[in-house]
């Protein structure tokens, strides 16, 4: 069964970072594409970003505002996904979202972990 | 304009069937995206239910019944999802999404309503 347990979110002021993580088991972590979506208090699903397995050259890509904010990586070793923000914005206070892309679109999806951004 | 459009809110009754769309921007061909359709209830992450680009090019979700399905209105260059035998389980948001210009995009959701 697949499991995503993310972790990491809580409250930061604005021009802050914060970095979460992603626990992932029951499938092969290492052959999966990964995403971040994120969904802002009582408002619709926004795509963050994503990584490509190593085998598929572990390239990310990034919506357009994170990106140069926001970095996804990920540690095989440990089955992790990871998203580092930083230069947080008030505008990025919303639930994020752990997906496993395994046929290379967001498939199955954590419970989340909440963001606050605020001072 | 959002390259995605949903209609904000749709009520049906128990029983009947309720036709979800997503219209795609002007400019944006809907023949040539496949186009996924989730479902979210409140308090949990959405479920992925399937995707649809052509009836040779389509894909249910692991477990989603065959009440749920996908088809497209070319004329009206949007993506359709269809949900039949309505049951009051079925009261959630829906979201379609699609991959355009290197990003995943969402429409901004459905709220259905069964009453």
């Known amino acids: 069964e697949v499991q995503l347990v993310e972790s990491g979110g809580g409250l930061v002021k604005p021009g802050g970072s914060l970095r979460l993580s992603c626990a992932a088991s029951g499938f092969t972590f290492s052959n999966a594409w990964m995403s971040w979506v994120r969904q802002a208090p009582g408002k619709g699903l926004e795509w963050v970003g994503r990584?490509?397995?190593?085998?598929?050259?572990?390239?990310?890509d990034y919506a357009a505002p994170v990106k140069g904010r926001f970095t996804i990586s990920r540690d095989d070793s440990k089955n992790t996904l990871y998203l580092q923000m930083n230069s947080l914005k008030t505008e990025d206070t919303a639930v994020y979202y752990c997906?496993?892309?395994?046929?290379?679109?967001?498939?199955?999806w954590g419970q989340g972990t909440l963001v606050t951004v605020s001072s | 304009q959002a390259v995605l459009t949903q209609p904000s809110s749709l009520s049906a009754s128990p029983g009947a069937s309720a036709s979800l769309t997503c219209t795609l921007r002007?400019?944006?061909?809907?023949?040539?995206?496949?186009i996924y359709w989730y479902q979210q209830k409140p308090g949990s992450p959405p479920q992925y239910l399937l995707r649809y680009k052509s009836d040779s090019d389509k894909q249910q979700g692991s477990g989603v019944p065959s009440r749920f399905s996908g088809s497209k209105d070319a004329s009206a260059n949007a993506g359709i999802l269809l949900i039949s035998g309505l049951q009051s389980d079925d009261e959630a948001d829906y979201y379609c999404m699609i991959w355009h210009s290197s990003a995943w995009v969402f429409g901004g959701g459905t709220k259905l309503t069964v009453l």
């Open positions: 002007s400019g944006i061909n809907v023949g040539t995206y496949r």
């Open positions: 997906t496993t892309d395994l046929q290379h679109f967001p498939e199955y």
């Open positions: 990584i490509k397995s190593k085998t598929d050259g572990g390239t990310t």
